[in-house]
């Protein structure tokens, strides 16, 4: 965002202003907000957000154990995505072992 900071500010102010309204319109109370960020910045692969939402949770009461569940949670639930979506793909793999699919991808 540091980038984008210094020569976009104003994508990165319309963010500030969405996440002031993410937190005007919330309905759902901190705690469960910051699991939601946690995990989804796991799947992000944000390292700063995972930092943030953890703590973020533990500040609201979460413990590290619920977090940990979460945590666990995430990496199941996308080994599960992962195994189906390369199960969809290589759902022809004798086709593709025969070379008889394009991939479309540059050599």
């Not at 319109?25 to 939402?53: G, M, N, W």
């Amino acid at each position: 965002m540091r980038m984008l900071a210094e020569f976009f500010p104003e994508f990165t102010q319309l963010l500030d202003q969405m996440d002031d309204l993410y937190q005007d319109k919330r309905t759902i109370d901190e705690k469960t907000y910051q699991f939601i960020c946690f995990a989804v910045s796991i799947k992000a692969r944000s390292k700063p957000c995972v930092l943030k939402h953890f703590k973020g949770a533990l500040d609201a009461g979460a413990t590290v154990k619920e977090l940990s569940y979460i945590f666990a949670l995430v990496m199941r639930e996308a080994a599960g995505a992962d195994d189906c979506w390369t199960h969809d793909v290589l759902n022809d793999w004798k086709e593709i072992a025969a070379g008889n699919v394009d991939c479309s991808c540059p050599e």
